[in-house]
């Protein structure tokens, strides 16, 4: 057969991301706030888009028909009422007597004070308004404020309180140098034994432990500013790692103390902060806010329900689009309020196509999940992205952003919806499979209940989850889980609880 160019006409369908769709996908894995931010962008853009407020139509309502009240500003309620009271001195003398023997408070007082005459005195802002309290409220210095004011008054040379301000900003949350000398040094073009000069100065500011290289010189510095800094002392913060490891047996001997005076030492450590910065932390605290509500109804069913005050409500504003699109002749100006009105329409689908994708996704969890809503952790179950993305018909992606940043309030308390989706592990019983955060779960319970004469290693703990439940976990998955809820090892707890039997 030769071989030449042809045509061929080939019909079939596929999926184009268009600019639009990618924005709908986009803002399935925003969260509350992130979304929120979006929409007021939106607004400001689009002069068809506007925000439905609550309760509008019904202040419209019940404003019909009645009369505005008359509005009286604070200062003009002030003067007004003012005028009406007769001064003390008036009286007084209509009783024929001093203000003494009326008014005992009022001597010397009946003066007219600055808050009749001046509208900016007494708290009164210009115009007679009263100020917004929340103007006055001091905000909270940075840590970097804060040591900047007291190295002006500690460094007097100019050329020491560069290095402050450069040995500031190498500080990092804690409080802590984040470089060493040398490097400092040599980036500011002198001598290290300058730079310790500086750094043995500052590290008398407030709060104390600052400008520190390590925990052990933090809370020297904190003992030093107590006056408790004894050899002994030294001795201790010199074996910190004993500390961490619990070898008390060999850190009293290292340190030279009995065990009172060790015991006595170790309570002056835990009442230092080893973490000075973050005192400064100024940081706004977001509270989580549940976007699904998960509740009982009264026929024993699961109510679920999206949370309406974090949702967004758009709507667009046709009669504009109508009354604008009439008047106007310019080309562009109608190409304009078309892309505003197909703006407009998009956003208001896709929030709505949102939020029954979040309630739908919602919905699937508590059906798969109705055991651990009633019983706790110990009966959650296994489940993948997979597994609800079947059961509701999506994809496994939409599935995964639609679970990002999203957070729902049950009887168990509020969860991130990531945290239903957890691993299987097998069972030697031939039953369901047991979900990982369940196992994480029962093994913290094991830790928490051993006694204190019989340390539990990982592989009895192995051992102990197949005998009880059927459970095929290995011991490097039992240390894992282990690990990941901060829990130390059997030798570190037999340590710390004979530490601890030992104390009392």
């Not at 009422?81 to 024929?96: C, T, V």
């Not at 900003?169 to 060493?180: F, H, K, R, V």
């Not at 925990?215 to 961490?244: F, G, H, S, Y």
């Not at 979040?358 to 699937?364: D, F, G, R, Y």
Request: proline residues 5%; aromatic residues 4%; negative net charge.
């Amino acid at each position: 057969m030769a071989l030449g160019p042809r045509l061929e006409f080939r019909q079939a369908q596929s999926l184009t991301l268009t600019p639009q769709l990618m924005q709908s996908i986009r803002l399935l894995q925003l969260g509350h706030l992130e979304l929120n931010v979006f929409v007021e962008t939106e607004l400001l853009r689009n002069p068809l888009l506007e925000r439905q407020e609550g309760g509008e139509t019904l202040e419209a309502e019940a404003g019909e028909g009645v009369e505005p009240a008359v509005e009286l500003s604070a200062y003009e309620d002030t003067v007004d009422h003012g005028d009406r009271i007769q001064s003390a001195d008036s009286i007084a003398s209509g009783f024929d007597t001093e203000v003494e023997n009326v008014f005992p408070e009022q001597s010397g007082q009946d003066a007219p004070g600055p808050m009749l005459n001046d509208r900016s005195a007494g708290g009164l802002a210009e115009g007679g308004e009263v100020p917004n309290l929340d103007q006055f409220v001091a905000a909270r210095p940075s840590l970097s404020d804060h040591l900047a004011d007291q190295i002006g008054h500690i460094l007097k040379d100019p050329a020491e309180r560069l290095i402050g301000r450069y040995l500031i900003d190498t500080l990092n949350e804690a409080g802590y140098l984040s470089s060493d000398v040398a490097s400092i040094a040599e980036a500011l073009g002198t001598a290290t034994e300058t730079i310790e000069a500086v750094l043995a100065r500052v590290q008398g500011c407030d709060p104390v432990g600052v400008f520190a290289r390590d925990v052990a010189e933090c809370l020297a510095i904190q003992l030093r500013e107590k006056d408790r800094l004894d050899p002994m002392m030294a001795k201790l913060l010199a074996n910190l790692d004993l500390l961490a490891a619990h070898e008390m047996v060999a850190l009293a001997r290292a340190v030279g103390a009995d065990r009172e005076d060790l015991a006595d030492m170790l309570a002056e450590l835990r009442a230092l902060d080893p973490r000075p910065g973050l005192a400064f932390d100024g940081g706004p605290i977001v509270p989580v806010v549940p976007d699904v509500f998960i509740r009982k109804a009264p026929g024993g069913d699961w109510a679920i329900e999206l949370n309406a005050e974090i949702l967004p409500r758009v709507l667009v504003n046709r009669t504009y689009y109508a009354t604008v699109s009439k008047k106007t002749r310019d080309p562009g100006e109608k190409s304009f309020l078309t892309d505003c009105l197909a703006t407009a329409n998009w956003l208001t689908k896709s929030l709505d196509q949102r939020a029954q994708t979040i309630l739908k996704v919602a919905t699937e969890i508590t059906r798969q999940q109705d055991g651990f809503l009633l019983h706790g952790v110990s009966r959650l179950r296994p489940m993948t992205l997979k597994t609800v993305a079947d059961a509701i018909d999506m994809h496994e992606s939409t599935v995964s952003r639609v679970t990002s940043n999203k957070y729902v309030s049950t009887p168990r308390g509020l969860f991130e919806m990531k945290y239903f989706f957890t691993t299987a592990l097998g069972s030697s019983t031939g039953e369901a499979e047991h979900s990982a955060e369940a196992v994480r779960h029962r093994i913290k319970q094991i830790i928490d209940a051993e006694a204190t004469a019989e340390i539990l290693s990982d592989d009895t703990i192995a051992e102990m989850l197949q005998k009880e439940q059927g459970i095929e976990v290995a011991r490097r998955t039992v240390a894992k889980y282990r690990e990941g809820m901060n829990i130390p090892s059997s030798v570190i707890r037999r340590r710390q609880k004979r530490a601890l039997v030992g104390a009392r």
